[in-house]
Structures are given as structure tokens and as C-alpha cells.
């Protein structure tokens, strides 16, 4: 679970920076003089939208999965603590 939650924020992280030059590049560069290169503007506006409309949607999923993966951990954390003090040793040695 927490493999696929770490990998999910990576993905993320990946398509939203990879994502943001191509916007850049598209809009300082294609929008005042188009190329063979660029895509055209009326379609630009459509796929820029949809591209922010994707990376918001994304960065509320990766909120959700930080947020899971805290709840993991403490309640990892939790269970170190109790298994600690049934021992009698201190939970911070514990790592």
C-alpha cells in the first residue's frame, strides 16, 4: 500500500512537471508566431485547459495520498509505542 501510494505521488510529481514547460513553450513561443511545431491556438486553449483542469485534480489526489500515508504512519508509530511499553523499553530506540 505504501509502495503505491509513494509511486502515485511520483507519477504526479512527474506529469505536472512535465506537463507545465510544454505550457510554457506553447504559449511564449507558439501563440505570437506559430510554427510546424506548435500546436494551433484554438486547439491550445482547449488542451491547456483540460491540462490545468488534470493537474489540479492531480495535486488533490496526492493531498488525499499524503494525507493516507500519515495516517500510516501514526498509526505505525502507534503500534511501535504499544508493543514498546509491553516490553518495557523506550519507544524512541525503537526507530
Known amino acids: 500500500m505504501i509502495i ?12 505536472i512537471f512535465g506537463s507545465l514547460p510544454w505550457l510554457v513553450f506553447n504559449y511564449f513561443v507558439c501563440i505570437p508566431e506559430p510554427t510546424l511545431a506548435c500546436t494551433l491556438p484554438t486547439k491550445f486553449e482547449s488542451i491547456a485547459q ?8 492531480l495535486i488533490v489526489l496526492a493531498g488525499v495520498a499524503i494525507a493516507h500515508l500519515r495516517n500510516l504512519h501514526r498509526r505505525h508509530r502507534r503500534r511501535q509505542e504499544l508493543a514498546a511499553s509491553r516490553q518495557g523499553t523506550d519507544p524512541a530506540s525503537l526507530g
Open 4 to 15: 503505491a501510494l509513494v509511486l502515485l505521488l511520483i507519477a504526479i510529481t512527474v506529469w
Open 50 to 57: 483540460n491540462i490545468v483542469i488534470v493537474n489540479v485534480l
